[in-house]
């Protein structure tokens, strides 16, 4: 009995000396470049799997079980650390942003990885960079900032989104469809399906670009136009937090304004100066101005009443205001953490009857099962309201600007010019039942993961989210609408669709470390349908405008379609990556991928990667080297793929008619659709290289990389037109193959590095060569119809423009070599002075013959894709000011620009003021001389006219910003309060002179010009 107590009170004091030993450490995590608190930071015990994250202000606690304990802190897009316990009880732990740092964890396809292992081409981009720019799309926001990807902004539109385009277009399709065909794929928090233009950008704590097909490869089927993977916040254990974001500003328009007054009149009086009767010009001076008004008696009238009108600042909307609202809660406990967040955001277009509303809601969800598992939830709600406008422009710039816009009660009048057919660009403001576009969309995302950690080193992740997409749109145009200006019948629609999109993932990874080796071996599975079906109502004839879009059952003609497509993507991966001592690292991956949406026995293929990596800086000869701080070379090679071609396209599918008749009576018949089916579409592969350099130098004060790569892509799907005798339009093929090399350079450094005052500039710069590498047998495609736009050039890239080549107008003293030259044929017309000036490029012999034709003078002008982009971030901080300044560059993109098509070379109809026009007296080499009842059409050339040099410059964002002090902001309870404003699009520089109060970035179209913004905004948390 006494040995037994013995044993007892040896049992308890080790029990108490453990205890004793078992303590707890607090402390706060603060970000190095704010001095803020950081949350959500990976706080665990080295060796163990005691882990926790900072709260809302950066402050942790965590349980160690002596002195000896080390803890490792790890965050998204910062250094990870590694601290000693010790004796110490309270731990204030610095972590410093680094986007080059090799110990940032980075997101990559179905994982995680330190940079410092990672061999592919991965851009990160975190949340303050995001948030910089107030918009509502998020891509919108980092443009220019990673090298390699190239976004523009869609449309001046409200709601629009962007292009975007990472190291070149690879995929060929018409203009209207090359930038969804070239798309990215996009990963939210683990899932694909999601919509980055739903999703509010306040809610994304990294956004991970994946460039290069290693890192591409492993998502195989869809990888081929590279991998945007975003992920959102999440709750984080403390007390609770509340931030709100919000912003208010205003949009001004931005378009080429037309000929008014005496400029207006010039153009006309030129074109009759330039007809001549028995040798004498029909207008010398003003006192014949009545004659250049013959036939049109109302305009004469409008003339002498001096009732001129500026249709384009008529019809445009100054001050249009855009506002965003946004409050997120995170809060919290070692076991269950939670985000919640909502938003609205509107935004008003700069043409009047066109608007966007957004309502967000987002809930994610994450809780501790026990030792060995956890699961959470990530959902979102968004719900859009769009009002769209048919664009007016095109009328307000080529319309006389004479009339009455307006009759004595302020109504718009349909005809404002007396006696003339030419109608009101304002016609469709009349009233809410002339034209309508409405189109509500509600995208809900919800989906779960379960993680089970069974042992160290092994974890199994499922992951399984559904993306719901509901739509309605509805247009109706009344017969005095714009678009039914001609038929003059009303004419309406309502479009009903219901999207669903489900993906399943499951992820075995397994890890361990030997020494100094280091293994991961990952195992995928993934599983996607896609399903969309949608009901089509449209009535013609319908007699009550006020019903607009809804009871069509009253419309004189009615139809009724309802389209349905599915289609499935299989999947099975492999990953290895190893590293010895940290410096070499293998990278190799596999995956094998099948599609529905491809032909039977080509529906499956394998998808490699590999890749290494060489941290040189971890070796001994750089040890001693303190200029240089980190330095990696990374080489990798893979193949991703595509099979973007919409489901059934490789089958003869059936269409129905109501073109069929039995004497008098009508039958129903089916007929095969324009696409023939095609029983050998496979898939369209990209195979990539990249060889790229990692460096930091000076302490990481500069930071950066550098990637060459070359990327071909073969068996391109290609809807191939056929010839009408074969009774069908087109078919699917494998046919075409690309190539894209570039140069890719990011650089960022700490200019200024004060107490007080820190400068920091992020640069990056993209130099891109894509061509077409071969197309069907080896010969150039010239489109039947839109060849200057829709042609595919062999060695060209894609997006080319295709025409006569313009060398300026033929001048007066050259009036003797211009009429050597004919238009069309030997016995076509000649030239003369004030004639677009064409070159001779060739003849049937192969060399110039004097004849400008077609067939042989036409040539590769440019290309929409630029030589290369470019941007630079300069950010200033004193004391609680800061400022930041951003530039963009975009050169050696050609544009079509339509407004210069809007040339009216008789007069009698408007065109841009800016529109140089040669005479006797103004040599210009612009454009050509006014004719008297002349149209553009009838100039030989005419459509080079429109292709013009779009290279550009551009002040995209200025932003000035203060943090009130936090002995003021506290008083309110509040951590941090920031006052802001924002110009957007502050200045635009283009390099040709054609380009004025235009910005180029739209690309040239006339409709919806982009405008800028200034925005005011506050940033406070609770």
């Not at 990160?124 to 443009?143: C, F, G, R, Y």
């Not at 400022?883 to 040339?903: H, K, N, P, S």
């Not at 551009?954 to 000035?960: A, F, H, R, W």
């Not at 002995?967 to 110009?983: C, H, L, P, Q, V």
Request: proline share 3%.
């Amino acid at each position: 009995m006494k040995r037994l107590k013995n044993c007892l009170f040896v049992l308890m004091l080790l029990l108490s000396s453990v205890a004793y030993a078992q303590r707890t450490v607090s402390g706060k995590v603060t970000n190095q470049q704010t001095r803020e608190g950081l949350p959500g930071v990976s706080i665990n015990v080295k060796g163990s799997q005691t882990t926790t994250t900072s709260g809302n202000d950066g402050g942790f606690k965590i349980t160690v079980q002596n002195d000896q304990a080390v803890l490792v802190f790890t965050y998204v897009g910062f250094a990870a650390q590694e601290v000693s316990v010790n004796n110490n009880t309270n731990l204030s732990v610095v972590m410093s942003a680094g986007t080059n740092n090799l110990d940032e964890v980075v997101v990559i396809g179905y994982g995680q990885v330190k940079r410092r292992d990672l061999t592919g081409s991965v851009v990160s981009i975190k949340s303050d960079v995001i948030t910089q720019t107030p918009t509502h799309n998020a891509l919108e926001a980092i443009q220019g900032r990673a090298a390699g990807v190239d976004i523009t902004r869609s449309s001046g539109s409200a709601g629009s989104g962007v292009n975007i385009n990472i190291r070149g277009f690879k995929s060929i399709a018409n203009r209207d469809d090359i930038n969804s065909r070239n798309a990215p794929l996009i990963i939210i928090d683990g899932f694909q399906g999601g919509d980055l233009s739903s999703l509010n950008s306040n809610d994304i704590e990294s956004m991970e670009i994946l460039k290069d097909a290693s890192s591409t490869a492993i998502y195989g089927a869809q990888g081929g136009n590279g991998v945007i993977i975003v992920t959102t916040k999440r709750g984080a254990a403390g007390k609770l937090k509340v931030n709100y974001n919000g912003f208010y500003g205003v949009n001004t328009f931005m378009f080429p304004k037309g000929r008014t007054g005496e400029d207006y009149l010039n153009l006309r009086r030129e074109a009759w100066r330039n007809s001549l009767v028995n040798g004498v010009p029909e207008w010398q001076s003003t006192a014949d101005d009545a004659k250049i008004f013959t036939n049109l008696p109302g305009e004469y009238a409008a003339y002498q009443a001096g009732q001129w009108v500026d249709w384009v600042d008529l019809v445009s909307q100054q001050g249009s205001t855009q506002q965003s609202h946004n409050i997120s809660v995170s809060s919290g406990t070692e076991k269950t953490k939670v985000y919640l967040s909502t938003g609205y955001f509107k935004e008003e277009g700069l043409l009047r009857n066109n608007d966007f509303n957004r309502y967000n809601l987002r809930l994610n969800l994450d809780h501790n099962l026990g030792r060995f598992a956890k699961a959470g939830v990530t959902s979102q709600v968004t719900y859009t309201n769009q009002n769209i406008r048919r664009d007016p422009l095109g009328n307000a710039i080529s319309l006389s600007p004479f009339g009455e816009p307006f009759d004595t009660n302020g109504l718009v009048k349909r005809f404002p010019i007396l006696n003339d057919s030419r109608v009101n660009p304002l016609l469709d403001e009349r009233n809410e039942f002339v034209s309508q576009d409405n189109l509500i969309r509600t995208n809900i995302l919800a989906g779960g993961y379960v993680e089970i950690t069974p042992f160290k080193g092994l974890s199994l992740r499922s992951n399984f989210s559904t993306t719901f997409n509901v739509s309605r749109r509805g247009t109706y145009n009344d017969k005095t609408s714009l678009a039914q200006v001609n038929p003059q019948t009303s004419v309406a629609s309502i479009t009903n669709g219901f999207g669903r999109y489900i993906n399943w993932d499951n992820i075995l990874s397994y890890t361990k470390a030997v020494n100094e080796h280091s293994l991961t071996v990952s195992a995928i599975s993934s599983y996607i349908q896609s399903d969309d079906e949608q009901t089509i109502a449209t009535g013609t004839g319908q007699v009550v405008a006020s019903q607009i879009y809804y009871g069509l059952g009253s419309a004189g003609v009615q139809r009724v379609s309802s389209p349905f497509s599915r289609s499935n993507n299989l999947a099975y991966a492999g990953r290895l990556s190893y590293s010895f001592k940290g410096r070499y690292v293998l990278y190799a991956s596999g995956r094998f991928d099948g599609a529905s949406r491809l032909s039977d026995g080509h529906k499956w293929d394998f998808f490699p990667a590999s890749g290494l990596a060489w941290n040189i800086s971890d070796e001994k000869f750089l040890e001693n080297v303190e200029p240089i701080t980190n330095l990696k070379l990374r080489a990798t090679y893979g193949v991703s793929g595509n099979y973007n071609i919409t489901p059934y396209s490789t089958q003869s599918t059936l269409i129905y008619s109501s073109r069929m008749s039995f004497g008098e009576v009508s039958a129903p018949a089916y007929l095969f659709s324009g696409t023939i089916g095609n029983p050998d579409v496979g898939w369209e592969k990209t195979a990539t290289t990249n060889i790229g350099l990692d460096f930091g130098l000076l302490k990481n004060r500069i930071t950066g990389a550098v990637d060459v790569f070359s990327a071909k892509t073969t068996g391109i799907l290609y809807r191939r037109v056929l010839p009408q005798s074969t009774g069908v339009t087109e078919v699917v093929e494998n046919i075409a193959s690309t190539l894209n090399k570039g140069l890719e350079i990011a650089v960022n450094t700490q200019n200024i590095r004060g107490r007080d005052f820190r400068w920091s500039s992020a640069i990056t710069f993209t130099k891109t060569n894509q061509k077409v590498l071969d197309v069907v047998n080896g010969k150039d495609i010239i489109a039947a119809t839109a060849s200057e736009r829709e042609s595919l050039l062999i060695g060209r890239p894609l997006l080319a423009f295709y025409s006569f080549v313009k060398e300026g107008i033929w001048q007066q003293n050259e009036a003797a070599e211009a009429a050597t030259f004919k238009y069309g044929s030997a016995t076509g017309n000649t030239f003369k002075p004030g004639d677009i000036k064409l070159r001779d490029i060739s003849g049937p012999s192969g060399k110039p013959d004097g004849i400008i034709d077609a067939t042989y003078d036409r040539a590769f002008l440019g290309s929409s894709v630029p030589k290369w982009i470019g941007g630079l971030q300069n950010t200033f901080n004193y004391k609680n000011f800061d400022l930041g300044v951003f530039l963009f560059f975009r050169y050696g993109q050609m544009i079509d620009a339509e407004f210069l098509g809007r040339y009216n070379p008789a007069g009698t109809g408007n065109s841009p003021a800016f529109i140089d026009y040669w005479t006797p007296e103004n040599p210009t080499n612009d454009f050509p001389r006014p004719v008297k009842n002349g149209q553009l059409i009838n100039y030989a050339g005419y459509q080079t006219l429109n292709f013009i040099d779009g290279s550009f410059f551009k002040i995209k964002n200025i932003t000035l910003g203060y943090t009130l002090p936090k002995s003021i902001s506290n008083k309110i309870a509040s951590d941090n309060i920031r006052f802001y404003a924002t110009g957007s699009n502050v200045l635009t520089v283009a390099k040709s002179h054609l380009v004025k109060d235009y910005d180029p970035e739209r690309g040239g179209a006339e409709s919806s010009p982009i405008g800028r913004q200034f925005v005011f905004g506050v940033n406070v948390g609770f």
